[in-house]
């Protein structure tokens, strides 16, 4: 096996060539397969649980669901993970990515820690500040099992320079990830099944950002990390949808959009902050800044939602975090589309930004840009077209009753 041409030539070749060896696919498949049977089983289980206990979404003057539904669906997902994971451990390839580092069991660690805060949160209820408090000692075990991010690349300077960051920064950006992510996905868990395919989509994203890291790597026990974390993630969205979609079975609560935050910001710490500049030969200033744009792109949506919401109750004169019922999937809801279709219009959303932010990695950007553009398009009128629709027919309406009504008034007038 070659090694990539340091000087940034050509290596295509190279790259193809490691791909079979470096990427065990039907051991990716095994761990997909083990997270979604697992995750789908487990889940009929914790819904039995949580009305047991009690741990049922109220119903708010915001919500959409018009019945008491039991959540704490994120231990489902957590063990469905953690199931996938355990069985990597004993394949030949994936074990790879336990031999050199602490990542892996760093992230259940985490994960479970996280969800336990999301369970307690799901039964009781918990104060934002409590729940901080959590998310932050989740995130610094993350850290303390060696989930960071090491090195950046920054276009200063003629040609851009790799900064690598110290102990204190790569802490202080890891948690800032972290937090981001995890609050991010707990924020757009507003419908059923959206939450849990927007990171399905999100998940294959990272994946294949990941995967193509690691076919450019020299060394996979420190590159298999992330394709490991997400496709076992990608899994257990898979087998949690059947529950959530609508209508809802289950509810994640908490406790899942808090662990699926965690363990994408994980899988894009892994992959995203060791890049090597030499996989893109130190020319392409887009590839070389996409793990920054792979987690804006994940973040966009419920980023958006949330900026949105706090100059909207801002100039309102309320408090920037009062509730109401104008975030994105409300106003999906508003403008005519059933609560299917607004969730499959995320869905469509999640597709464009996910894809067109991996695609940046492999493409120039004079390439992809048109794609996007066209896919950017196509979202926008599927958006838009329950109000277009509505328009056309009131305007339709319109000039049929014009011709009647004025025939009508000449004829009492004679």
């Given at each position: ?45 914790v819904r039995v649980l949580a009305r047991r ?253 949330f900026l949105m919401a706090v100059v909207r ?102």
């Open positions: 096996m070659r090694h990539p041409d340091r000087a940034g030539g050509d290596n295509s070749g190279d790259y193809a060539g490691r791909v079979p060896s470096l990427i065990p696919a039907r051991e990716y498949a095994l761990v997909f397969a083990t997270a979604a049977l697992v995750t789908f089983l487990i889940t009929a289980v206990i009690g741990a049922f979404t109220p119903i708010r003057d915001r919500d959409v669901h018009k019945l008491p539904t039991p959540r704490m669906g994120g231990v489902a997902l957590y063990l469905g993970v953690a199931a996938a994971v355990l069985l990597a451990r004993h394949l030949p390839g994936l074990s790879q990515a336990f031999e050199s580092t602490t990542e892996i069991t760093g992230v259940l660690v985490a994960g479970a820690l996280i969800c336990v805060v999301g369970v307690l949160d799901d039964r009781f209820d918990l104060d934002a500040v409590t729940k901080l408090a959590g998310q932050v000692l989740a995130a610094g075990v993350l850290v303390l099992f060696g989930v960071q991010w090491v090195q950046m690349w920054l276009p200063l300077g003629d040609n851009g320079s790799t900064v690598s960051l110290g102990q204190a920064q790569g802490l202080v950006i890891t948690v800032l990830i972290t937090l981001v992510l995890t609050n991010a996905m707990n924020f757009i868990d507003g419908l059923d099944g959206l939450l849990a395919g927007v990171a399905l989509i999100a998940g294959i994203g990272v994946f294949v950002f990941s995967v193509h890291q690691l076919a450019a790597s020299h060394n996979p026990t420190s590159a298999s990390q992330a394709p490991l974390i997400t496709a076992a993630l990608i899994g257990a969205c898979v087998g949690f949808l059947p529950h959530n979609f609508w209508p809802a079975r289950i509810f994640m609560g908490d406790s899942g959009s808090m662990f699926i935050g965690l363990t994408m910001a994980a899988a894009i710490v892994s992959a995203g902050g060791r890049l090597d500049s030499s996989t893109y030969g130190g020319k392409s200033t887009v590839a070389l800044l996409s793990p920054l744009i792979v987690v804006l792109a994940v973040v966009l949506i419920p980023l958006l939602d109750r801002t100039r309102e004169g309320r408090h920037p975090f009062s509730a109401d019922k104008r975030h994105l999937h409300h106003r999906m809801l508003n403008i005519g589309h059933t609560h299917r279709a607004a969730v499959l219009v995320f869905y469509l959303w999640a597709v464009v930004i996910s894809g067109g932010a991996v695609s940046l990695s492999f493409l120039p950007w004079q390439v992809a840009i048109g794609p996007i553009l066209l896919l950017l398009g196509v979202a926008v009128v599927v958006s838009a077209w329950p109000r277009v629709r509505a328009r056309r027919l009131t305007r339709s309406r319109t000039l049929v009753n014009v011709p009647s009504a004025s025939g009508a008034g000449s004829e009492g007038s004679a």
